[in-house]
DNA sequence: GCGATCAGCT
DNA sequence: CACAGCTGATCGC
């Protein structure tokens, strides 16, 4: 649970995540994610009234973010002041001081978190430096190293502070399974009950939030049905979730809830009371989190805890090993926790996150900005000689070579200055987001058709915010809505895609491809391990695959990191095919590189 | 009557 | 295996 109080120090004039006491004097506010934690008198008269009475305060945050917040009626007087802002995008933001006219630029931008629909990350930069508050997350490791907007001419950017969820921030935690593993666990547990009979059906205990979202999809689309929940209005427009829930109660997946859910559970009965309860053979399946130590071996992600009735490993939220990469890598002056873990205190925690910061000033004057040539001479040595891990490189080596003729894809799109001169921000407009179509903009946002949307609301209003006895007919027409609509529909979304909202999705899911930034590409630690002949050890950085890097990550866990950044860029490792450069190839490549020549072409 | 806070529960 | 959030009691305005 979060404990952020609202304010970072560098930039007190907005407040993220909570809304009443100090923060109601904010210029901005900002909403990480739609969790209850996070929203902190978001609908308290007092902000009603400081609202009505500003002409510029206003509240941005995901499109997701934005269509999950208004989906509930207490929410809706927020609509003409939520600015919707896309991932990844650059923003400029003007902090007006009413009273004085007073004005601070700042510019913003968003970063999927991989907490639950909408969650996002704020990356502010302005004049008193870059900041990172990450709300809540969930992020695999190595997953910073491919996020361009921490980065900067081709190395991480220069952060000041990082504002982090470290609710598993203690070794205790030290890592949770990923989520592709958790989720396939409980497919196979799910197929293995429901294939039993038609009168076997499975209850999923999750807790009253978003975030199994990509759970439910899964499920859904592996054994082609709809899972059961007490309200879609939250999903109105979001197809690719809305087509695998439903609230007709006659399915064999069940996430739905009643006050005495597990009393009903117990007896063998659905929260939803589908059927007499006498021939069902209910499985509950209660996701939770859980994690492992440093020498554990994570197998059993479903344990059995009673008849019937098993916990599966789920977590909204980053292991104690992935936010470690996660600082480590971006190597803030100072960090701060959003959380106390459970069991620990505010002091542990942050000597802790202390470990992790900069150790001496950078120094940037002797960077010298060789992370494009490090990529592309491996690159072109991989061309002759591809790696021995398939897994490994493949992957991430195929979308560079054929970005090579080009500059890299995302980076092509930009002005080398865009930093710099972001665009700014838009007034706010009601459902209309900033400089783009809603199907340029938003996997999520996109109504396929206007009239079903307002269909659809008419007939799920009466179930908002209504947590009493079960309305039939609302139950009939919101299936009778997606009868209209068809069965669960084609590909299936992923796990990323209920997470963030990319802005080169389009809407047949042809997602383009993730490429990793290029820091990416010399790993998680690279710039503070220079260990020259260890081509294993540079590949395992590179695959950013959970099993490889946590073996390595473990057995390094408590060394300090090494104290010298200074080694040449080219002492990268080598695949054995290849030489070391001479120091006369060395000035050749710097002129090609002063030139702008491609350097992948050998000499 | 409403909001804030906390304990208890799942 | 510990998240997120609901309910009810209590207190204050």
Redesign the pocket.
Known sequence: ??SFAGRMKEYPNISLDCF??DNLHARAYFLSH?????M??I????LKRRLRSSSRVKLYCSPVSKELLLSSRKHLFWEQYIVPLELESPTQISLVDEASGESEELVVTLLPAG??PGSVMFLFEGRRGNVLYTG?FRLALGDVARMEHLHSGGRVKDIQSVYVDS??FDP?FYQIPSRETCVSAIVRLVGDWIARSALHVVWL?C?????YEYLFTRLGQEFNTRVHVDNLLMFRRMPEILSYVTCERRTQIHACRH?K??QYVHGNRLPCACGTGADLRVLSI?P?????GER?HASDVV?K?GNDAF?ACF???SSYCEVKDFLSYLQPVQVFPNVV???STLAEVTRMLRMTCRKRPRDDLAYKPLGLLKRRRRLATLTTAPPDDPDSDDDLFDGLAAALPKKLPRTSRHHPDEHRAPRAAPQATPHTAPHATPEENSLWLVARDRSDINNFMDCTESNDDD?SEEDEQSDRDQTKWLGQRGSPCGEPPKWEDFFTVDSQNNLNGQRQARRPFSPALSGPSSEREDDDDDVADFSLSLSASDHSWQKRDASEADEPPPSSQSSSDFDVACTPDSKRPTPEQLARLYRKLADGDDLSCPD
Do not use: E
Not at 288 to 292: G, I, L, N, P
């Open positions: 649970m979060s009443d006491r739609c969790h209850k934690d996070h902190r008198g609908k308290g008269p007092k907490h639950c809540d609710t598993f205790r205990n807790k009253a939030a978003y975030g006050r859910s597990q209660k939770s989190t859980m994690w492992f554990t344990i805890s916990r977590s909204f939220h873990p459970m069991g947590d």
